[in-house]
């Protein structure tokens, strides 16, 4: 169960994975709720709005797909291909999670943490699966850090580890593009580093978001992260120094979690320089390939 965005003529489509095709979620959407509710359906734009309408969860895919396929009607939703996708999600927030890999900390020259440690990436900050990623020559060294983002999918505060699980929507792949040098300068002067991780483009995401019921709980699953086909990280989510539930509950003690917001969850070690002409890829078996060119200006 994946859903995402799709580039169509017309414009950007929400979709549905079902089988190995596509379907127009937006238009099922609204004819599911003007056909079966009788009444008209709330805003689908991308992923949040559909974890925010309380769908994104195995009842809701099983109503929206069954409604596509009954009466033999798949054939009006299905996308065409070979689709481009764009960012599946707009968070309202972006929660990053630093030294959550014991050896990414140490490779670092820093001290593991005794508590999760964030930071914000700003929402302008993301792109989407194929968007360039923007080095600016006056800004130094720009690097690479691959990791995995849950989306929440129900609004909270102070959750509980134990109620973490009710609150995510899904999964997908986020590339935490760090100014490296701009970060160590800032961190010198005791400056937050702003800056070095907020620049545009620095935060692509997708390509899809996967939803929670279909992948494992406590969640495990492996990330890797090449440049030009050479891997550069490789980590799996149980060596997380703070697993998932206690990530939610320790960030939803500072602020409110909504739909949509996404909490990436630290990156493995080997982080390293992009340039001009690279291609990066984030790649999970469970989620797909979130792959982006770099551009230098």
């Known amino acids: 169960m994946r859903i995402g965005v799709i580039n169509t003529d017309s414009g950007k489509a929400v979709a549905l994975e079902l089988g190995d095709r596509w379907i127009d979620a937006s238009r099922a959407w609204k004819d599911y709720h003007t056909h079966v509710e009788g009444a008209d359906a709330p805003p689908l734009a991308h992923a949040g709005d559909f974890a925010a309408a309380g769908w994104m969860n195995r009842s809701g895919y099983r109503r929206l797909t069954e409604f596509v396929q009954r009466h033999g009607r798949l054939e009006e939703y299905l996308l065409p291909g070979p689709h481009t996708f764009a960012a599946p999600v707009r968070p309202g927030k972006v929660i990053a999670i630093g030294r959550n890999y014991a050896k990414h900390a140490k490779e670092m020259g820093n001290e593991i943490p005794d508590e999760p440690m964030f930071f914000n990436k700003l929402p302008d900050t993301i792109i989407g699966p194929g968007e360039a990623i923007?080095?600016?020559?006056?800004?130094?060294?720009?690097?690479?850090?691959?990791?995995?983002?849950?989306?929440?999918?129900?609004?909270?505060?102070?959750?509980?580890?134990?109620?973490?699980?009710?609150?995510?929507?899904?999964?997908?792949?986020?590339?935490?593009?760090?100014?490296?040098?701009?970060?160590?300068?800032?961190?010198d002067r005791g400056h937050p580093w702003t800056r070095a991780k907020n620049m545009d483009t620095f935060c692509p995401v997708g390509p899809v978001v996967v939803f929670r019921d279909a992948l494992s709980w406590p969640f495990e699953e492996d990330i890797e992260t090449r440049v030009n086909s050479e891997v550069r990280q490789q980590g799996n989510t149980q060596q997380f120094l703070f697993p998932i539930p206690r990530l939610i509950a320790h960030v939803s003690r500072y602020f409110t979690l909504y739909p949509g917001d996404l909490i990436a969850t630290g990156t493995p070690e080997g982080v390293g320089p992009l340039n001009g002409g690279d291609v990066v890829e984030v790649a999970s078996p469970g989620i797909g390939v979130l792959s982006n060119p770099v551009v230098e200006v």
């Open 134 to 187: 923007v080095k600016e020559s006056w800004a130094g060294r720009v690097d690479f850090e691959g990791e995995i983002a849950v989306m929440i999918g129900v609004q909270g505060r102070n959750i509980a580890e134990a109620e973490a699980k009710e609150h995510v929507a899904g999964y997908t792949l986020l590339n935490d593009i760090s100014a490296r040098d701009l970060q160590n300068k800032d961190k």
